[in-house]
């Protein structure tokens, strides 16, 4: 089946540990993308990557990470840098940048 | 800056009713706009996406339609049933980034 997979589906986090999300696509879509979704607000995008070995930053990229070294693979480090990093975060893909965009079943981070 | 406005935050409706969700956004230069469906706890479920030259598009009982010259769209649900109960978000794709700006989403309850 053709799909996005995130891993875990939960993580728990200590103050000023670094933790790392996999998201992986086996759609051949060449765009990735990272969001955060906290309660009452809409989704705000972390960073995103058109090709594999390039990404740019998003609105809110302050503490986090990424890499790009194969199609399939966006992984996000959520640094200790990161003040606030408890939330729910979504991994999405698209054939290109200007077209529909599919999410992800996320992963929800609580720092204990 | 594009900002997307979704109102109500909440509505809750009888099973059979047809029924009306809006999302207004600022910048009308858009490249294409895309209905979501969020269950808690879950990731996003394209529902409908709407080229800028088109008028609307149907899924099933779904059905979208865009006037990008107001900056509204609505997504409309014929004879609603409990399985529609869900968070519906809608969603622009917009600028030189072709940056996803996501309004915080309507919470729709079907009562049977």
């Known amino acids: 089946d053709g799909g996005i997979t995130q891993s875990p589906k939960y993580l728990f986090r200590k103050e000023g540990q670094n933790v790392t999300l996999s998201c992986e696509q086996n759609?051949?879509?060449?765009?990735m993308y990272w969001y955060r979704q906290d309660p009452g607000q809409g989704l705000r995008l972390i960073y995103y990557?058109?090709?594999?070995?390039?990404?740019q930053k998003g609105d809110i990229a302050e503490g986090y990470s990424v890499s790009r070294e194969k199609k399939e693979s966006f992984p996000l480090t959520v640094t200790s840098a990161q003040k606030n990093p408890t939330a729910f975060y979504l991994c999405?893909?698209?054939?290109?940048?200007?077209?529909?965009?599919?999410f992800g079943p996320g992963t929800r981070l609580t720092v204990l | 800056k594009q900002e997307v406005t979704q109102i109500p935050a909440a509505l809750s409706v009888p099973e059979g009713e047809n029924l009306v969700l809006n999302c207004s956004f600022t910048?009308?230069?858009?490249?294409?706009l895309q209905w979501f469906r969020q269950d808690p706890g879950k990731g996003l479920t394209s529902l409908l996406l709407?080229?800028?030259?088109?008028r609307e598009q149907t899924s099933g009982r779904l059905n979208a339609s865009l006037d990008k010259s107001s900056g509204r769209s609505t997504l409309y649900i014929a004879a609603s049933q409990p399985g529609d109960s869900a968070t519906y978000l809608c969603?622009?794709?917009?600028?030189?980034?072709?940056?996803?700006?996501f309004g915080k989403g309507i919470t729709l309850s079907v009562r049977p």
């Open positions: 990557s058109q090709i594999v070995n390039d990404f």
């Open positions: 999405a893909s698209s054939r290109d940048r200007l077209v529909e965009q599919f």
């Open positions: 969603a622009v794709l917009t600028g030189a980034n072709s940056k996803l700006t």
């Open positions: 910048d009308s230069a858009i490249y294409n």
């Open positions: 759609l051949n879509h060449d765009a």
């Open positions: 709407i080229q800028s030259s088109q």
